[in-house]
């Protein structure tokens, strides 16, 4: 039943039934407010602008044909039919698999060459501990040799008495010898050190690349997936915290490698300068 009414300006006229949008309107069709002011929209209009509304913010006005089936929630700006949804999940899993293999080839391909090349350092420097004490050995030997080789002879007055007992020559030649061997292990020292440095510096580059893939690999992902299929979401965050405990796991390996490695280094320089 409608109802009579007057607007601001005198004019009556009367309010029909509420139509499908909740919107009252006069005998010529036309929407009006509360205080009685004409609106002049079209169905056209107020569609348009619930479609637009119900873009951006989740809204509980929809429209007719939807009001039965209707659940608030935010409509994305493309709608996607269910097949080309998984086909971009399936893309996406693809790319996720292949970068996680190119990435345990990254790592595997770090870890063998650095195996090998600790597996050599350990052999060069058990070799310069052996040499090194080889040469502590001898000088030992040659410290308990000495007295008696330069041990004044009992003189005769028959024999003339020489007027040097220790030649020059062969102190010179055993300085040269010491000297030539201080030069020899301090260079035996330094290739270690530089094939240890090396080692180091690839293997924290190959680390500092890890990490950069890892991270973008959570920007890509950090976008909301809209599909029946986001339980694979789930295996995407399992292959990532694998890949990070598996580099955690080579930089312990890293620091466990280098620390006795630096500590032996120092206790063969230390030998070194003691002999």
Known sequence: MGSDSSNKSGRKFRWEQKDEYGVYRDESGYARSVAGEMIPVTKDNIRK????????????????????????TKLAPEIYTKDEINEMVTGICGA??????????????????????????????AKMRTEIESMQHILEKEATTSPSIDANKATSIDVKPQTSQIPAEPESLAEKKDEWEIAYINTKINDVYSTLNNNVDRLSTRIDLLQQDLDTIRKKDQQPATSIDICTITSFDSKFATMEDRLQTYEDMHDRFTSPIMRYLDTLFTQMMNV
């Open 49 to 72: 602008i619930l479609e637009r509304a119900s873009l951006f913010e989740e809204s509980h006005i929809c429209l007719p044909e939807h009001a039965t089936s209707f659940t608030p």
């Open 96 to 125: 996720q698999e292949k970068l996680g293999d190119e990435l345990k080839t990254l790592v595997d391909d770090t870890y063998q060459p650095l195996d090998r090349g600790y597996n050599e350092l350990f052999k060069s420097m």
